[in-house]
Each structure stands twice: as C-alpha cells, then as structure tokens.
C-alpha cells in the first residue's frame, strides 16, 4: 500500500504531464478539437470525470487505496481524453473531494511558466511606450498571479457543479430520497429503490451504489443525461456561486479600471450590444512561448450568425431583469437576483439551476469561445483557457458587458438605509466640523520598518490608543513606536523575478504598510463589528462600480470602550494568504482536508494597490463597520481569499457582496460617509517609483 507522501509524489507527477505540453492536444474523439472549459459539454465531461474520480475513490474501501485508484483512472483516462480535461477533472477532484485534498497538485505557474511569459520582448511589455496603446498595460494583464487566480478560481466554482459527496457515508445518510432513488433507478431501474432506502443503512447505500456506478460503461454520458432530481444528488453549485461569479470579475474590472486611470487611459469600454457587430480594435498576440494559442488582428469581427446570438439572449436577460423573473424548464418564473441572475449568465448546469438552457444558454461562456474562434472558427486564442483569458484586452470589455447586466438589475434597488448600522463611532473630526476624507481615526503606517519579531499591533495601539486615542497624527514615526510612520502616500514599483524555466519578467508590487483604525463603542454592551474597507480613485469615487475591496475582518469592541485595530496588508481578506510577493518561490496550498478555506485561491498580494503614478495618484479610502451578529463573517484564516473565493461550506459573510457598494446610493458617497456614524474615510495617495 503506498504511502500518502507517495500519493502526493504520483499527483504531483501526473499533474505536470497533463498540464505539460501537450496539454492542449485535441481530444480522442471525432472531429478531433481542443478541450475548452467555457464550452458546457466540456465542462460537464470534465465535472463528470472529477465525480467518476470520486466515485472510483470511495468504493476502494480505504483512503489510501481510494486515491490510488482515483489515479490510476486519472491516467488510463489521459490515453483517450484530451490532456487538459483530465487536469482539469483532477484538479476539481483534488480542490472539492475532502480526501483528495491531501494529494499535490503543484502551481500552473511552475508546472508551465511559458503560459505567463510577456507578449512582448523585455523593454516593450508595457512599460514604457505610447499611452493610447492598450500595450502600456500588458504588464498587469500578463502578470502571473492574477492569471493563475482567474484560473483557480474557475476550479473553485465549477459553473456544471461540485461533486458533493465529501464524506460518502454522510451523502447516503443525508442525500434526498427521492433524488437518491431516481438516481438508483437510473443505474438499475429493475428494483423497489425507494423500498430498499426505507431500511437501508449508509453503509449498504453505498455497497449498492459503487458497483452499479463503476459499471456504467460511459459514466460521464450517463451523467450528463441525469433528469434534475438525481443530478442535484451527485452535485451542488457552490454557496452564491452566480452573485460571486458576478462580483469576483467586477472586483478585477474595477482594479483594471484603476490601472488604466493611472496610465492616464480611459475607463474599459464595454462589448455591449451597440457594437456586438462591429470590428474589435484591440488585436492581441500571445508570444512566442504560447504556442497553444493563436493571435487575434486588430479589428477583427464576430460572425454574424453570432452577433444574431449575442442579440437574442441579450434581449432574453434584459427582459429578465425588467420583469423580476427568470424562465424556468417548468413552473413560475424565477425571482432575480445576482445569483440567479449570474447562473443564468455565466451557464450553470440547467438541471442545478432550473432555468430554461435554451433561453439562457450561458452568454459569459459562449462569448469566450466567440472571441477564442476569430478569425472564422480556426483561432484558438486566449480567450478559450481561464488560465491565460485575462491577457487578452477583450477579456476586459467582454466583462465590462458582464457586468453592466448586473448593474442594470442592481439599479432597480433601493439604496441602503444603513438602519442596521452597529452602536459605534468612527470619527470624521476631533473637533470642528468634519470634512470628507479626513478622518481621523482611519490611519496607515509604513511597515517597513519594525525589527523581525516586533509586535507591530501592540506598537500601534499603544502609540495611538489610551491616553492618544483623541490625539490626530500627522505623517511622520509615531512617538513612542517610531519604528511605525504614518504615511499619507502609498508606494508602487516594478520587480524583476524569474519563473521555474529561468525566462525573467518584470510585475508590479507594492511597498508593505498597515491599516490602523481607532473605534468608540457608544453602547454599554460588547460590539461585535465587521470593519468593510474599500478604496477608490478620487476622480471617480461617486461612481460606486469603481470601489475596490480590500479587506473585510472580525472586530470585538468592549462595552462603552475604545478598540485600536491593526491590520497588515498582508492579512487583507482578497489577498490569497500565505501572501506571495515572489513568482519565482510560489507556495503550495496546504493539504489539510479539513481546512475550511480553498487555499489556493485569491487576489495576488502584489497587485493589491493600484499602480498610481510618478506625480502620485490622489485615492479615497473608506471604512464601513457593520454589525457581526448579522453578518456572520468568521475570523481570518491561515489561507485561501475570504471575499474573492469564500468557504468550502457557506460564503463567509450573510450581506451583498461588495456592501455598501452592490447598491445605488441615495447621495454621493462622501456625503454617505459623513452621514453614517459607524463610518468614515480618508485621502491617500499611491506614489510609483521608477
């Protein structure tokens, strides 16, 4: 019986061949094409393995055997299956199935470094050259992190389901019994099914179900002919998977969108349906080392056939969202919000969504492999592959269009009343009247310069707490913590790293610092807060679509007291933790199975500032508490993205995400800000050093 450090060896092993070169190689089958997981049949072939996987696993009788048969499938699949559905059904089966988390399945960006080379030859990737070239911004588009976390994250949120059987005895105890017998019935429908599951124990569930599955000669075809009742047995979407879809992209869009203020360009223009026909003028070619993949010219055009399919199931959401209701395969229609609504977009498996596929096909989706198949359906460009379709300029405005439905229906919101809002103060001034943007109790600190071992949040709440607590702080060391300096400027510069294959690139990072925030608990009983904080660029901070999150976390303020909080860039609830600041030393996520958190997922460290500019960039910062017996936030974790990637169980957090920001306001935002106690924002500027 091998050993599980023998199994993360072989994992580790068989990840690096299907991911390898020859990933992209066409499928066995005929007509021979690319593994593509915006397409739905694919998608489902390759949830559908991930189950098989699974399913192989739990008839083995023991773990370790079970994962050496999940493998030993894997690698007799990869003879007749394209490379990358096999990696991809692995790689679902590794992140979701609670026992094969503890098997390796090594970083893209080691396994295949030639996916995250520049476009471009060094000295023309964006960093320097003419600013109306949408080249200037190759460097964010093209850097690794953020590729390989738009990657993941489609791992993580499988739009054809999750396998949900994490513990197989606790599915047969739990799974519904008239799913479950239809799903039995399926496999063997010549028995009393719901007579047997009457008496039945999980144990002799599971004893009947193993052989009949592992009989099933072509068990992905099964599957996906499963009526709704017994699909939802062997799947789950994930826990508001279609408002996180929705979110998770708008939260890059407007980072993007940030980046491209700095460079002094204009906002993402969206692919909306006034140009659906017309030529795209942003071109874009991979590189040399992205042999997969092929070039799109300037000023390409969708066929028309597809313009004709853009028009109609844009009409089919629009209508949606005009009626409060969404078209169901059968019954009334249902209510929309931006998780149904992001199901019905992106194209979540019909029998998980019970909406009609033919009306919501999956407009997300079928956009990629549009923009993929130009010219004439022979390209096979980025835009086919979450782990490189972010490089490509149309990627942005493709996803600009995304989310303009979302807004369309968050616009027929009211605004928030902030009625809700917990019993403590963030104050706007110490004395006088209060000015936006000023606050005093919102502070940031270089980091830069405590000694390894310094007990930075016992510095900073004694320099500004207690006695200081009602004292303003200026930028420069704080007394009695010098070593911490308030700073009103935050820093960006570029790096150079070199990847696994020694190719050396240049990305963008940050210089380290520390959010500081002081709260009054105006109540005699304990608060317990969740402190939001969002930041924004001067310039276009009423428009709330531009508010990036930052972090998100857990405050416990005493009965009539005072709470000094500390919170390091690096414990950010977007950034993916533990934060990684270099390509070249990348971390493997923990194999703990019963961690609570995808520990691969989130937002690159790295790119968790806005670039700015040399003159310094002028941003808004804003801090909102909200109250924690509602929000049922958890504390931070070791690892993973709290708001990007949520949890394996629930969303970690019971408000819209994006709170404050997923509405309307009733005014503009510093007016906002002045108005709610329990909030208040400040300045900063974002500096790049060259």
Not at 138 to 153: I, K, Q
Request: with cysteine; hydrophobic share 45%; charged share 20%.
């Amino acid at each position: 019986m091998p050993t599980m450090a023998e199994l993360r060896g072989r994992s580790a092993e068989l990840f690096t061949d299907l991911l390898g070169p020859r990933a992209a190689a066409p499928r066995g089958v005929a007509p021979a094409r690319t593994f593509a997981w915006f397409d739905p049949d694919d998608a489902a072939d390759a949830v559908a393995l991930a189950a098989e996987l699974a399913i192989v696993s739990g008839a083995a009788g023991n773990e370790t055997d079970g994962l050496e048969a999940a493998l030993d499938l894997a690698e007799a699949r990869a003879a007749d299956l394209a490379p990358a559905l096999v990696a991809q059904a692995l790689a679902i089966f590794v992140t979701h199935h609670k026992p094969a988390r503890q098997l390796a399945k090594p970083r893209t960006i080691r396994v295949r470094p030639e996916l995250f080379s520049p476009s471009r030859p060094a000295g023309a990737a964006g960093l320097a050259g003419a600013p109306t070239q949408e080249n200037v911004l190759d460097y964010w588009r093209e850097d690794p992190f953020a590729n390989e976390h738009h990657e993941h994250w489609h791992q993580v949120y499988p739009f054809a389901g999750i396998p949900l059987f994490q513990d197989w005895i606790v599915w047969a105890e739990t799974s519904d019994r008239a799913g479950l017998a239809a799903l039995l019935a399926a496999l063997d429908p010549a028995q009393d099914w719901p007579a047997f599951l009457a008496t039945a124990t999980p144990e002799e569930i599971l004893d009947r179900f193993f052989p009949l599955a592992n009989a099933v000669p072509d068990l992905a075809t099964f599957i996906r002919q499963l009526a709704p009742a017994p699909y939802r047995v062997l799947f789950r979407l994930n826990d508001r998977q279609g408002e996180l879809f929705f979110y998770m992209h708008s939260q890059m869009l407007a980072r993007y969108d940030a980046e491209r203020l700095s460079l002094g360009r204009q906002r993402v223009a969206t692919f909306g349906p006034a140009v659906f026909g017309a030529p795209i003028p942003e071109g874009y070619t991979p590189g040399a080392n992205l042999t997969d993949f092929t070039s799109r010219a300037p000023n390409e055009k969708l066929p028309q056939r597809d313009v004709d399919l853009l028009v109609q199931w844009q009409a089919a959401l629009d209508a949606a969202v005009a009626a409060g209701g969404l078209v169901r395969a059968a019954g009334p229609p249902k209510a929309v919000d931006s998780d149904s609504l992001g199901a019905a977009m992106e194209a979540a498996q019909a029998q998980l969504t019970g909406l009609r596929r033919q009306t919501y096909p999956g407009m997300h989706n079928a956009g990629h492999n549009m923009f993929a198949a130009l010219p004439d359906d022979e390209g096979t460009g980025v835009m086919i592959s979450p782990v490189v379709a972010i490089r490509d300029p149309v990627f942005w405005r493709w996803h600009k269009h995304i989310d303009d439905v979302n807004i369309a229906w968050q616009d027929t919101q009211p605004p928030y009343d902030f009625a809700d809002a917990p019993p403590v103060v963030l104050r706007d001034a110490l004395a006088g009247a209060a000015a936006p943007w000023t606050s005093p109790d919102v502070l940031l600190v270089s980091t830069a310069g405590p000694a390894e071992g310094a007990d930075a949040a016992a510095l900073a709440t004694a320099a500004v707490g207690g006695a200081a607590f009602d004292t303003g702080f200026a930028p420069g060391p704080l007394p009695g913590a010098e070593e911490l300096v308030v700073v009103d400027e935050l820093t960006t510069r570029f790096l150079t790293s070199s990847l696994s294959d020694g190719q050396v690139i240049t990305h963008l990072t940050h210089d380290p610092f520390a959010l500081v925030v002081r709260v009054r608990n105006a109540a005699p009983r304990p608060a317990a807060i969740t402190l939001r904080v969002f930041l924004a660029p001067a310039d276009v901070a009423d428009d709330r679509t531009l508010w990036m999150e930052l972090d998100k976390f857990l405050v416990e303020v005493p009965a009539g007291g005072r709470s000094v909080v500390y919170r390091p860039d690096t414990e950010f609830s977007v950034v993916k933790k533990p934060a990684e600041s270099d390509p070249q030393t990348v971390l493997d996520g923990a194999a703990d199975p019963n961690d609570p958190d995808y520990c691969d997922c989130g937002w690159p460290y790295t790119l968790l500032l806005p670039r700015g500019t040399p003159e310094g960039m002028v941003f808004r910062l804003a801090v909102f508490c909200t109250n924690a017996a509602t929000d049922l936030v958890r504390p931070s974790a070791e690892c993973g993205s709290m708001s990007f990637c949520g949890a394996v169980e629930r969303y970690p957090d019971t408000r819209d995400m994006g709170y404050p920001f997923s509405r309307p306001f009733a005014g503009p935002v510093a007016e906002t800000v002045l108005a709610v106690p329990s909030a208040a924002g400040r300045s900063l500027t974002i500096r790049h050093l060259t």
